[in-house]
T-cell receptor, first 110, second 112 residues
């Protein structure tokens, strides 16, 4: 069953703008992760945020987690054409596996 | 460093034919291993995961099966493919359950 639900389903922005993507989930989690997938390729892990963390940074990426609202956001600052990809959130519910959302398609126009 | 291999990269098979997809991991020991399927424009569906040799958990009952004959080898099989088996198959590994997963390049399977 789907745990994470990303929003919006698709996002188109101009190079240099910031991109914000949201993920909501339903049950308690140990951690939440974001992945990127370029067309026709495998997923690449971007960042993991634990349930006791509220914010995490990695380069141009900023992830927030609000466990009271069961939601997370991924912010990509100063976007580049190379950021064009699908982005997935995944939640760890402490049962040996991750549950992935359906993904957000990000298009960055040069 | 760790690497994960999947083959073949693409496969076109007729309905009713058998399937064998292989995944191997290098540079780590006793990884957790996963098989996912991704339909066009959709998210990932977990098919099987394994925490050790011979230990396979099935998530979705269907005509697929998985085996782990060696520590770093994970095989996805079918005796008779269905049209609905078409999709993008991804293998992944992790150090710990619930931790970061590292994906292979995937196999595009088309059943005709």
């Amino acid at each position: 069953s789907q745990q994470g639900e990303e929003d919006p389903q698709a996002l188109s922005i101009q190079e240099g703008e910031n991109a914000t993507m949201n993920c909501s989930y339903k049950t308690s989690i140990n951690n939440l992760q974001w992945y990127r997938q370029n067309s026709g390729r495998g997923l690449v892990h971007l960042i993991l945020i634990r349930s006791n963390e509220r914010e995490k940074h990695s380069g141009r990426l900023r992830v927030t987690l609000d466990t009271s609202k069961k939601s997370s956001s991924l912010l990509i600052t100063a976007s580049r054409a190379a950021d064009t990809a699908s982005y997935f959130c995944a939640t760890d519910e402490a049962n040996s596996k991750l549950t992935f959302g359906k993904g957000i398609t990000l298009s960055v126009r040069p | 460093s760790q690497t994960i291999h999947q083959w073949p990269a693409t496969l076109v098979q007729p309905v009713g034919s058998p399937l064998s997809l292989e995944c191997t991991v290098e540079g780590t020991s006793n990884p957790n291993l996963y098989w996912y399927r991704q339909a066009a424009g959709r998210g990932l569906q977990l098919l099987f995961y394994s925490v050790g040799i011979g230990q396979i958990s099935s998530e979705v009952p269907q005509n697929l099966s998985a085996s782990r004959p060696q520590d770093r080898q994970f095989i996805l099989s079918s005796k008779k493919l269905l049209l609905s088996d078409s999709g993008f198959y991804l293998c992944a590994w992790s150090v710990v359950s619930g931790g970061e997963q590292y994906f292979g390049p995937g196999t595009r399977l088309t059943v005709t």
